[in-house]
């Protein structure tokens, strides 16, 4: 009798935990850690320094296309490790999406917080500004930068945290008026407490959850942004390596060696996947409405 009954415990068990972790988000946040420990471990990871030239050894194709174990994903046209790169990619892609995700959040809660609490004309110039913001395509404005000022890994990630911070102003200053609407917020600051206090610790916490949603969706748009930049040729310069400078690179040897190009790609894609898939989640999590 308690064997038979606890076979639907089990059942149920099983059913609750599969809701709770779909199995394909399990798999985006397994690929995600380990974009991360790849990103954090670069330099004890790759077997060879990612810019280490050996033309004897140009070329040469990855395990299981003929290729030995010591390159185990190839060689580039200069005789590079194709792994080594790889990993550096990866670590240079993730710091630029990660800054400038950051940048974005930060400026753009900070500016929707400075409109809901002024209103009048300064919120009417912020707003303007997000509406200009939101009307002129990113890459065309950063091509212009780029060029203008030259190129740097700095101005790199500042230019990548001006990208998509109007979502988090239009964000935080609808909440924030939503919340100043409630009454919790009016309450704390009459009982004395400073602006800072009221918007950090007591608006900032109960509009994180959104906040946090909108950064997973920025952070693959800005991977993409790189990448496409990178591609160009206007984003990260060498000798440094990124996801999106190994594709351009690897476009002119598309039909002679496909490797040094599908495996960036191949990242590019499953991260920018994976961190949907979170965001996605984290949503239906998060967000009381959709429970």
């Known amino acids: 009798m308690t ?72 060689t580039d046209e200069l005789g590079r490790d194709v792994l080594s790169r790889l990993i550096v990619s990866i670590r240079i892609s993730v710091l630029i999406a990660f800054f400038g995700t950051l940048i974005a959040a930060t400026l753009g809660t900070t500016l929707g917080f400075v409109a809901a609490h002024f209103r009048g004309r300064v919120e009417w110039l912020i707003l303007m500004m997000i509406d200009f913001q939101a009307s002129v395509p ?27 911070w109007e979502r988090y102003a239009r964000i935080a200053r609808g909440l924030t008026i939503s919340a100043n609407e409630q009454g919790y917020a009016g309450a704390i600051r009459q009982l004395g407490a400073s602006s800072w206090r009221v918007y950090g610790i007591h608006v900032l916490p109960n509009i994180a959850s959104t906040l946090i949603v909108s950064m997973t969706i920025t952070f693959p748009e800005t991977i993409l942004l790189e990448s496409g930049l990178s591609f160009l040729g206007l984003g990260v310069q060498p000798p440094l390596s990124s996801l999106g400078n190994m594709v351009g690179y690897g476009r002119e040897y ?38």
Do not use: C, Y
């Open 254 to 291: 598309l039909t002679r060696a496909s490797w040094i190009l599908l495996f960036p790609s191949a990242v590019i894609i499953l991260t920018t996947l994976s961190i949907s898939i979170i965001g996605d989640w984290l949503r239906d999590r998060l967000d009381p409405t959709l429970r």
């Open 138 to 164: 990113f890459l065309i404005v950063a091509l212009a930068v780029l060029a203008f000022f030259g190129n740097s890994l700095v101005l790199f990630v500042a230019l990548m945290g001006l990208n998509s």
């Open 3 to 74: 064997a038979i009954s606890s076979v639907p415990l089990q059942r149920s068990r099983r059913s609750r935990f599969l809701e709770a972790w779909p199995p394909l988000t399990l798999v985006a946040l397994a690929w995600v850690a380990l974009m991360l420990v790849v990103a954090l471990g670069a330099d004890f990871l790759s077997p060879f320094h990612f810019s280490a030239l050996d033309l004897r050894a140009r070329l040469q194709p990855p395990v299981g296309f003929g290729g030995t174990w010591k390159h185990a994903l190839g």
